[in-house]
């Protein structure tokens, strides 16, 4: 007897109760209550007609089942002549012939029949989705990739071993020793079209490995200063850029009263921060406590580099981080909640160094409950049916898929509770969407930087607390009810082509399942 689909059954229904126990303490809004009931019966049909929610990638037998129900799609035949090329000793393009693209195949990858109907597009380089296949046919290990993203290839060749070149672009390796992953390192930086096609193209029997000293050549041949460490995994690498020049950082709180969860959060900066050269400015929204008026004095003559703005308006984050942010000095602004407090002590200088870089529009961090269970680890668009945020709820010590929870990697956007931008990419958004209050403006602004050419970075080597509500709570009176539907309609409408596809969450993952493979139509 399987017993998948009731198992399958039994965990949709802890869920629930969990959403209307833990998270609502039995006081779910009429609203929000039909929105998950809607959730619970489509994900109840999926059960019924897959067994399941979601399958596993890391478990063979859902892998190979979910392969069975996945749709391929019409794809047209290559508008380029497309030459196999098979690992030799040296790259060799003598024999390519006459073609426009080359397909590089480094051993132990064998391309499925469906790589000869990919059309390419008109991309520079383009790669594929991968998985191992054994001699007896059978397959595991996916390989689902995001689209293009630059500092994620700087943590390992997440690109693999398999994929297309211009043959023009590829005439400046000619003649030199095989290495993809140096390949694609040197291509990422010339301003091409790397198109990502989201086919299982190809079987790599080859596990990932540690390229450690490619990378380390790169940057040194690139002239670009970083310290480079092999993360536990063993494959993935951390790379920390220099800050130069120490610049100055302007650190953004607002706040309401609450002093006690306040004065952690700025005792932990003074205490835990090795970076020295830092401004704070406490935006207080109407505090009504004399204790809070008292607290706030006694900081500002304690800190020379402390300052407090008083705005007296309803609660806008947007506008008091906009306010703040006219108020302050610093060639780089981080938004931070009042309801956090440091763990790594050298926080600033990790995201200063990829916030101080070109390309870079922000910088978020890992934050956790005062359990330790993760709180944010980036954000996934169309999680949820807008947005929310990647492993939440996981164990600290969750190993995340492709190394997304131990190696820098770009994300869509992420959290402004601990959120880096600098002041460039700051005034030339215009701040912060005051339209949105409480919902989706760190997504908004994440989303405009996507859009205007900039990538956002997810940092697991910094650490917060969070604790999530203590200052706010969870919203539940039906002005705020009202108010959270119309910011996320605002939302859907603007973002759906995002909603529909974050360019780094695969598609072929659920959407409320961080990276399960999605069964039917997923759960949103």
Same mark, same amino acid.
């Given at each position: 007897?399987?017993?998948?689909?009731?198992?399958?059954?039994?965990?949709? +229904?802890?869920?629930?109760?969990?959403?209307?126990?833990?998270?609502?303490?039995?006081?779910?809004?009429?609203?929000? #209550?039909?929105?998950?009931?809607? =959730?619970?019966?489509?994900?109840?049909?999926?059960?019924?007609?897959?067994?399941?929610?979601? &399958?596993?990638?890391?478990?063979?037998?859902?892998?190979?089942?979910?392969?069975?129900?996945?749709?391929?799609?019409?794809?047209?035949?290559?508008?380029?002549?497309?030459?196999?090329?098979?690992?030799?000793?040296?790259?060799?393009?003598?024999?390519?012939?006459?073609?426009?693209?080359?397909? #590089?195949?480094?051993?132990?990858?064998?391309?499925?029949?469906?790589?000869?109907?990919? *059309?390419?597009?008109?991309?520079?380089?383009?790669?594929?989705?991968?998985?191992?296949? @054994?001699?007896?046919?059978?397959?595991?290990?996916?390989?689902?990739?995001?689209? &293009?993203?630059?500092?994620?290839?700087?943590?390992?060749?997440?690109?693999?071993?398999?994929?297309?070149?211009?043959?023009? !672009?590829?005439?400046?390796?000619?003649?030199?020793?095989?290495?993809?992953?140096?390949?694609?390192?040197?291509?990422?930086?010339?301003?091409?079209?790397?198109?990502?096609?989201?086919?299982?193209?190809?079987?790599?029997?080859?596990?990932?490995?540690?390229?450690?000293?490619?990378?380390?050549?790169? +940057?040194?041949?690139?002239?670009?200063?970083?310290?480079?460490?092999?993360?536990?995994?063993?494959? %993935?690498?951390?790379?920390?850029?220099?800050?130069?020049?120490?610049? !100055?950082?302007?650190?953004?709180?607002?706040?309401?009263?609450?002093?006690?969860?306040? =004065?952690?959060?700025?005792?932990?900066?003074?205490?835990?921060?090795?970076?020295?050269?830092?401004?704070?400015?406490?935006?207080?929204?109407? %505090?009504?406590?004399?204790?809070?008026?008292?607290?706030?004095? $006694?900081?500002? =003559?304690?800190? $020379?580099?402390?300052?407090?703005?008083?705005?007296?308006?309803?609660?806008?984050?947007?506008? +008091?981080?906009?306010?703040?942010?006219?108020?302050?000095?610093?060639?780089?602004?981080?938004? +931070?909640?009042? @309801?956090?407090?440091?763990?790594?002590?050298?926080?600033?200088?990790?995201?200063?160094?990829?916030?101080?870089?070109?390309?870079?529009?922000?910088?978020?961090?890992? !934050?956790?409950?005062?359990? *330790?269970?993760?709180?944010?680890?980036?954000?996934?668009? /169309?999680?949820?049916?807008?947005?929310?945020?990647?492993?939440?709820?996981?164990?600290?010590?969750? =190993? /995340?898929?492709?190394?997304?929870?131990?190696?820098?990697?770009?994300?869509?956007?992420?959290?402004?509770?601990? #959120?880096?931008?600098?002041?460039?990419?700051?005034?030339?958004?215009?701040?912060?969407?005051?339209?949105?209050?409480?919902?989706?403006?760190?997504?908004?602004?994440?989303?405009?930087?996507?859009?205007?050419?900039?990538?956002?970075?997810? #940092?697991?080597?910094?650490?917060?607390?969070?604790?999530?509500?203590?200052?706010?709570?969870?919203?539940?009176?039906?002005?705020?009810?009202?108010?959270?539907?119309?910011?996320?309609?605002?939302?859907?409408?603007?973002?759906?082509?995002?909603?529909?596809?974050?360019?780094?969450?695969?598609?072929?993952?659920?959407?409320?399942?961080?990276?399960?493979?999605?069964?039917?139509? /997923?759960?949103?």
């Amino acid at each position: 007897m399987d017993l998948s689909g009731l198992t399958a059954k039994t965990e949709l +229904l802890k869920k629930a109760l969990h959403i209307w126990a833990v998270q609502y303490r039995f006081v779910i809004p009429r609203e929000i #209550l039909k929105m998950y009931i809607h =959730k619970y019966m489509h994900e109840r049909m999926n059960i019924a007609r897959y067994g399941r929610r979601y &399958f596993d990638p890391a478990v063979n037998e859902e892998y190979e089942k979910w392969l069975t129900y996945r749709k391929s799609g019409t794809m047209q035949k290559p508008n380029r002549d497309l030459i196999w090329l098979s690992e030799t000793e040296k790259l060799d393009l003598s024999q390519t012939e006459d073609c426009d693209y080359v397909l #590089l195949v480094s051993k132990g990858c064998h391309t499925y029949a469906a790589l000869g109907d990919v *059309n390419l597009k008109e991309g520079d380089v383009i790669y594929f989705d991968h998985d191992r296949r @054994d001699s007896y046919g059978n397959r595991s290990n996916p390989v689902l990739k995001p689209d &293009f993203s630059y500092n994620t290839l700087r943590s390992f060749n997440y690109i693999g071993r398999c994929f297309a070149v211009r043959k023009s !672009l590829l005439k400046q390796f000619d003649q030199t020793e095989w290495n993809p992953y140096y390949w694609l390192l040197k291509l990422s930086d010339q301003n091409l079209n790397i198109c990502h096609i989201s086919t299982i193209a190809y079987s790599d029997q080859n596990p990932m490995v540690c390229e450690e000293e490619t990378l380390r050549r790169y +940057l040194a041949e690139s002239n670009t200063e970083a310290d480079v460490t092999v993360n536990p995994d063993g494959v %993935s690498c951390t790379v920390k850029y220099p800050v130069q020049d120490e610049p !100055l950082v302007s650190i953004l709180i607002p706040t309401k009263d609450g002093v006690s969860v306040l =004065k952690r959060c700025v005792d932990s900066i003074y205490e835990k921060s090795t970076y020295r050269n830092f401004e704070i400015i406490i935006v207080d929204n109407g %505090s009504e406590m004399p204790e809070t008026a008292a607290y706030l004095e $006694d900081m500002t =003559k304690a800190h $020379d580099n402390l300052q407090t703005v008083r705005i007296d308006v309803p609660f806008n984050f947007s506008y +008091l981080n906009n306010c703040a942010a006219e108020h302050a000095s610093g060639d780089y602004l981080v938004l +931070l909640n009042n @309801d956090t407090e440091i763990i790594t002590p050298d926080w600033l200088e990790q995201m200063l160094g990829y916030a101080a870089r070109e390309n870079v529009g922000s910088v978020g961090v890992k !934050l956790y409950y005062e359990d *330790n269970t993760i709180q944010h680890g980036g954000v996934i668009v /169309g999680k949820g049916g807008a947005a929310a945020h990647r492993w939440y709820r996981c164990e600290h010590d969750q =190993k /995340g898929y492709l190394y997304t929870l131990e190696a820098p990697n770009d994300v869509s956007c992420c959290t402004a509770a601990c #959120l880096m931008t600098s002041r460039k990419c700051w005034d030339e958004m215009c701040g912060m969407n005051e339209e949105l209050t409480v919902q989706f403006n760190d997504v908004d602004y994440g989303l405009r930087l996507l859009k205007a050419g900039y990538f956002n970075v997810f #940092l697991p080597s910094v650490e917060l607390y969070h604790y999530e509500s203590k200052s706010r709570g969870i919203d539940k009176d039906q002005k705020a009810v009202k108010r959270f539907f119309e910011e996320v309609n605002w939302f859907k409408e603007k973002y759906g082509d995002y909603i529909e596809h974050d360019p780094f969450y695969n598609d072929g993952f659920d959407k409320n399942y961080d990276y399960k493979l999605i069964a039917g139509t /997923g759960s949103n």
